[in-house]
T-cell receptor, first 114, second 113 residues
Framework: GDSVTQMEGPVTLSEEAFLTINCTYT??????LFWYVQYPGEGLQLLLK?????DKGSNKGFEATYRKETTSFHLEKGSVQVSDSAVYFC?????????????FGKGITLSVRP | NAGVTQTPKFRILKIGQSMTLQCTQD?????MYWYRQDPGMGLKLIYY???????DKGEVPNGYNVSRSTTEDFPLRLELAAPSQTSVYFC????????????FGSGTRLTVV
């Protein structure tokens, strides 16, 4: 079945450090890929997405590139801020219609210290 | 826009009690979902619906029931609460193709004691 694997956490960084969060996937079809962010006490919010190979999703300084050859969708940010502290989830969906359910990774907690 | 609204935000239940978690969306999305989130486990799909009158089981449906009488509403029912159902529950909605991602509610934190 479809699955998403995220690197183990938690991750603690100093402000302005470079961030990479690894995500790899297994899918039976051609998935769309997503990163969601969950701030403390809130629901998940879509951070960025990519729907085909070599697409780069970007938002709020975060970027991720859909790499079909390595089945990866790593999240990066050049300079993190304290306000980026949150839980980050990688996810995929395959196909449309009734098959478009999201499959999530386990999530990783990012803490950014001043 | 309100998006996806969940009520209540918090609830404590005793073992064996029943309750309904409410979810409503105002985006005219056909697809709606219920997930539970447990620490370190990510999100697990409980039930989903592709339109009014149509529901189907997800990965962890045992102990839950749903109904979808309107496009807007997708309540989740716990009939006999058990400690294993202590979790945070999220409702979400999407367009049919799902390629634009989901819109999530803010969650219901449920504790069964």
């Amino acid at each position: 079945g479809d699955s998403v694997t995220q690197m183990e956490g938690p991750v603690t960084l100093s402000e302005e450090a470079f961030l990479t969060i690894n995500c790899t996937y297994t899918a039976t079809g051609y998935p769309s890929l997503f990163w969601y962010v969950q701030y403390p006490g809130e629901g998940l919010q879509l951070l960025l997405k990519a729907t085909k190979a070599d697409d780069k999703g970007s938002n709020k300084g975060f970027e991720a590139t859909y790499r079909k050859e390595t089945t990866s969708f790593h999240l990066e940010k050049g300079s993190v801020q304290v306000s980026d502290s949150a839980v980050y989830f990688c996810a995929l969906s395959v196909g449309g219609g009734a098959n478009s359910k999201l499959t999530f990774g386990k999530g990783i907690t990012l803490s950014v210290r001043p | 826009n309100a998006g996806v609204t969940q009520t209540p935000k918090f609830r404590i239940l005793k073992i064996g009690q029943s309750m309904t978690l409410q979810c409503t969306q105002d985006m005219n999305h056909n697809y709606m979902y219920w997930y539970r989130q447990d620490p370190g486990m990510g999100l697990k799909l409980i039930y989903y619906s592709v339109g009014a009158g149509i529901t189907d089981k997800g990965e962890v449906p045992n102990g839950y029931n749903v109904s979808r009488s309107t496009t807007e509403d997708f309540p989740l029912r716990l009939e006999l609460a058990a400690p294993s159902q202590t979790s945070v529950y999220f409702c979400a909605s999407s367009t049919a193709d799902g390629s634009y991602g989901y819109t999530f509610g803010s969650g219901t934190r449920l504790t069964v004691v």
